[in-house]
């Protein structure tokens, strides 16, 4: 591809858009579908592309992913440009949100959406669903300049679980996009970490704690030494770790003869990131054979996804600068210590670039995004179409 995209004009949004993306996304918040529970709110994608005479067709990724419903794709054919040659486009969203802590129930307030109980609002990615969905309304009454793909993923808070069991050879797009980084919109994601989880099982000996404590061997003890001997938190600019759950133990009065515990590494480092995770087992061993603890140990470690690092000059980023620029933002390239969808789908080869969506403190009770970013989000997405289509030459030359 040589040269940008040619000056775009900024997509105007009607009233009536306004509203219908606004419900649509409050609807779809009001819907639970925690990882591995997204059959509701596949069912209710599914009616409303349905109703625009649209085919979905669900794969059978459920199965793997321990999900109640598989991935979904529908295409929409774009406007026949008269030259022979037809450009393809992907947009992706994942239906599942992390767990919930209370009941959803969004609410406007300032110009912005809440939960008014304290939890999640479901906006990571309900945003991204609801704008996708008032594209396809729109190229529905208005048509498309390029072919539309619309992919919505299920259980990607679980290690991106299920755009890592779709095919992607199946996509007849050239470059695709996902909105899925909780930043101001014009954010354009360059980087993202690979992933490692550790899931480590121990096991000592019960006793009773106030009579023969002596006999015990404790297995949350041995998780205790290991967790304080580990690096955690930010070790430097692209490497994380931490212990997200511990479990064991059985009555306050019994030394506890199990315990679990799941810990992830993250860089954008690959060799960092393999290095932290064999570092973190290491010292998880190093803690079950302590004298004072003696547990036997089970160690399962994964790499869960791996990261990518984008070009700044890769077409499908000069596309996604055109289409920002068109709608007032100024892109800002970032590296991300968070994945998404896109890296299950770069590793299997499919060139696709997460953009900010505008949504706040994500995975957090304060969850929240202004109107003025979901409808600033749609305005992008509609921008993509027509910068992808004026492209001087096809996206992945």
């Known amino acids: 591809m040589s040269g940008r995209p040619a000056v775009l004009a900024r997509p105007r949004l009607e009233a009536l858009e306004r509203r219908y993306l606004n419900g649509t996304f409050a609807e779809l918040c009001r819907i639970a579908s925690p990882s591995g529970s997204e059959r509701a709110c596949a069912e209710r994608i599914k009616a409303e592309l349905r109703a625009l005479g649209l085919e979905v067709?669900?794969?059978?990724?459920?199965?793997?992913?321990?999900?109640?419903?598989?991935?979904?794709?529908?295409?929409?054919?774009?406007?026949?440009?008269g030259t022979g040659v037809r450009r393809g486009l992907m947009l992706c969203a994942h239906m599942d949100t992390v767990p919930l802590a209370a009941p959803l129930e969004p609410q406007l307030r300032d110009g912005a959406w809440e939960n008014m109980g304290e939890g999640i609002l479901g906006a990571d990615n309900k945003a991204a669903i609801a704008v996708i969905l008032a594209l396809?309304?729109?190229?529905?009454?208005?048509?498309?300049?390029?072919?539309?793909?619309?992919?919505?993923?299920?259980?990607?808070?679980?290690?991106?679980?299920?755009?890592?069991?779709?095919?992607?050879?199946?996509?007849?797009?050239?470059?695709?996009?996902?909105?899925?980084?909780?930043?101001?919109?014009?954010?354009?994601?360059?980087?993202?970490?690979?992933?490692?989880?550790i899931e480590a099982r121990l096991r000592g000996a019960a006793a009773h704690a106030g009579i023969r404590p002596q006999m015990g061997r404790s297995a949350i003890l041995a998780a205790a030494h290991a967790i304080s001997s580990m690096r955690l938190g930010r070790l430097d600019e692209e490497t994380?770790?931490?212990?997200?759950?511990?479990?064991?133990?059985?009555?306050?009065?019994?030394?506890?003869?199990?315990?679990?515990?799941?810990?992830?590494?993250?860089?954008?480092?690959?060799?960092?990131?393999?290095?932290?995770?064999?570092?973190?087992?290491?010292?998880?061993?190093?803690?079950?054979?302590?004298?004072?603890?003696?547990?036997?140990?089970?160690?399962?470690?994964?790499?869960?996804?791996?990261?990518?690092?984008?070009?700044?000059?890769?077409?499908?980023?000069?596309?996604?600068?055109?289409?920002?620029?068109?709608?007032?933002?100024?892109?800002?390239?970032?590296?991300?210590?968070?994945?998404?969808?896109?890296?299950?789908?770069?590793?299997?080869?499919?060139?696709?670039?997460?953009?900010?969506?505008?949504?706040?403190?994500?995975?957090?009770?304060?969850?929240?995004?202004?109107?003025?970013?979901?409808e600033g989000m749609l305005e992008v997405a509609l921008a993509l179409l027509d910068a992808a289509a004026a492209a001087p030459s096809a996206p992945t030359e």
């Open 57 to 81: 067709h669900e794969d059978d990724a459920g199965t793997r992913a321990g999900a109640d419903c598989g991935n979904l794709l529908a295409r929409i054919p774009g406007d026949d440009p």
């Open 136 to 197: 396809a309304r729109r190229t529905h009454t208005s048509g498309s300049p390029v072919d539309l793909e619309l992919l919505f993923t299920i259980s990607e808070e679980r290690g991106l679980a299920g755009a890592r069991a779709f095919d992607a050879r199946q996509l007849r797009s050239e470059i695709g996009y996902v909105f899925d980084h909780a930043s101001p919109v014009g954010e354009i994601v360059l980087a993202s970490p690979s992933h490692y989880r």
């Open 240 to 374: 994380t770790a931490n212990v997200g759950t511990i479990s064991g133990g059985s009555e306050m009065n019994v030394v506890p003869e199990h315990c679990t515990l799941v810990a992830e590494a993250r860089s954008l480092d690959q060799e960092r990131a393999r290095g932290l995770a064999a570092e973190m087992v290491e010292r998880i061993h190093e803690a079950a054979n302590r004298p004072e603890c003696e547990c036997d140990l089970d160690v399962d470690l994964e790499q869960s996804f791996a990261g990518y690092r984008l070009p700044a000059l890769l077409p499908a980023v000069q596309i996604a600068e055109s289409a920002l620029r068109a709608c007032g933002y100024e892109p800002v390239h970032i590296h991300s210590g968070g994945a998404s969808d896109a890296n299950a789908l770069i590793a299997q080869g499919f060139p696709i670039v997460n953009l900010a969506n505008g949504t706040e403190r994500n995975h957090e009770p304060g969850e929240r995004v202004s109107v003025a970013a979901l």
